[in-house]
T-cell receptor, first 111, second 116 residues
Framework: KQEVTQIPAALSVPEGENLVLNCSFTDSAIYNLQWFRQDPGKGLTSLLLIQSSQREQTSGRLNASLDKSSGRSTLYIAASQPGDSATYLCAVNSGNTPLVFGKGTRLSVIA | KAGVTQTPRYLIKTRGQQVTLSCSPISGHRSVSWYQQTPGQGLQFLFEYFSETQRNKGNFPGRFSGRQFSNSRSEMNVSTLELGDSALYLC???????????????FGEGSRLTVL
């Protein structure tokens, strides 16, 4: 059974800092991994989707990497801004089964 | 291109009542999934529909049901509401990928249900 863990559960950083969010999964037989952002009381916004054949994906200040063999993905946020404050979730797609979500990392960027 | 639309956004019900939530997926997306999100349990999968057929089902009691129409719009119903059903209900749509699994998921803003 696939399990997804996100560490840390919460993170507070000063504005301008570069930061890394971690996501680990127990079964390396995945098809893709997706990173989402969720603002309080809102739905999830898709940030990046990495296919199993890819090592990383970039969008603006965001860079997500995938290491299937070690069961890990990282989301790198460059030059963090207060507007980046949100909960970040990763979800693993193992095939013809529902996506498995981590519990998220709550990020606060302090101005 | 319009995103995933969920209605209603907020609703208040009392114990024992039933509720129906609606989800309109992104145009062209035929897979619709439903999730329940609570502070304690996080995101929990309810069910997924594709071409009017339930593909997957989560571990929820039979009070939770859903369906999908020929235009891919989906509804979920919760009968005999309990206090613990208070949650944010999220719908997501996607296209199926070649391996049969879901592609990139796109979520709606959710329906916030409060049960008194």
């Amino acid at each position: 059974k696939q399990e997804v863990t996100q560490i840390p559960a919460a993170l507070s950083v000063p504005e301008g800092e570069n930061l890394v969010l971690n996501c680990s999964f127990t079964d390396s037989a995945i098809y893709n991994l997706q990173w989402f952002r969720q603002d309080p009381g809102k739905g999830l916004t898709s940030l990046l989707l990495i296919q199993s054949s890819q090592r990383e994906q970039t969008s603006g200040r965001l860079n997500a990497s995938l290491d299937k063999s070690s069961g890990r993905s990282t989301l790198y946020i460059a030059a963090s801004q207060p507007g980046d404050s949100a909960t970040y979730l990763c979800a693993v797609n193992s095939g013809n089964t529902p996506l498995v979500f981590g519990k998220g990392t709550r990020l606060s960027v302090i101005a | 291109k319009a995103g995933v639309t969920q209605t209603p956004r907020y609703l208040i019900k009392t114990r024992g009542q039933q509720v129906t939530l609606s989800c309109s997926p992104i145009s062209g997306h035929r897979s619709v999934s439903w999730y329940q999100q609570t502070p304690g349990q996080g995101l929990q999968f309810l069910f997924e529909y594709f071409s009017e057929t339930q593909r997957n089902k989560g571990n929820f009691p039979g009070r939770f049901s859903g369906r999908q129409f020929s235009n891919s719009r989906s509804e979920m119903n919760v009968s005999t509401l309990e206090l613990g059903d208070s949650a944010l209900y999220l719908c997501a749509s996607s296209q199926l990928q070649g391996f049969g699994g879901t592609g990139e998921l796109f979520f709606g803003e959710g329906s916030r249900l409060t049960v008194l």
